[in-house]
């Protein structure tokens, strides 16, 4: 009986570190459950990104939120704010408003457009939640919370309230 080679396509994928390991696991994990994310939003035509401007304006609404903020409170730092906004003020679902006192600073509120595609979309947003990972129980998504908090803090921005409680 012939021994089995030991083909690259036949072995395991090894990890240059324990860290590595980590690292791709989330990255996949991240590229999985993203994958639902993206497919419901493009029914909307949304990015996730887009999607997260909306909501925190819906959060302060009606009040606005300058644009300055909004970017420090997105959960991706984008690099061209400016152009989601537009697209989104093209839309309707945005309104831009320069301040009186000082006209370099923008304050973004959702529209009435917005806040209904963001009721549109609500009981599609928490059924995607659960799809993504509602499997797991209260325990282990607390658990899973800790640790991605533990992970990223020696990355994140002091002015970035992500790792507060309650966030």
């Known amino acids: 009986m012939a021994t089995p080679t030991n083909s690259p396509t036949s072995q395991k994928v090894g990890f240059d570190s324990p860290e590595q390991e980590v690292f791709l696991q989330l990255w996949r994990t991240y590229d999985c459950l993203k994958t639902l994310e993206e497919q419901l939003f493009a ?4 990015s996730p990104q887009q999607y997260n401007a909306l909501r925190l304006l819906q959060q302060v609404a009606p009040a606005g939120m300058q644009t300055m903020e909004l970017g ?8 061209d704010t400016t152009r989601m906004l ?3 003020q093209k ?8 301040r009186a006192e000082n006209r370099r600073v923008v304050e973004i509120a959702l529209t ?5 595609l963001l009721a549109e979309l609500s009981g599609s ?10 499997h797991l129980d209260a325990s282990q998504r607390g658990d899973l919370i800790d ?9 994140e921005d002091s002015s970035c309230d992500w ?4 966030t």
Do not use: C, T, W, Y
């Open 112 to 116: 009435e457009a917005g806040h209904a």
């Open 72 to 79: 420090r409170q997105l959960i991706s730092r984008a690099p």
């Open 86 to 88: 537009d697209r989104l």
């Open 147 to 155: 640790l991605l908090k533990r992970a990223r803090r020696p990355h």
């Open 125 to 134: 947003v928490l059924q995607m939640h659960h799809q993504q990972l509602g």
């Open 43 to 46: 029914q909307h035509d949304l």
């Open 91 to 98: 839309r309707g679902l945005i309104a831009r408003n320069r």
């Open 163 to 166: 790792l507060e409680d309650g």
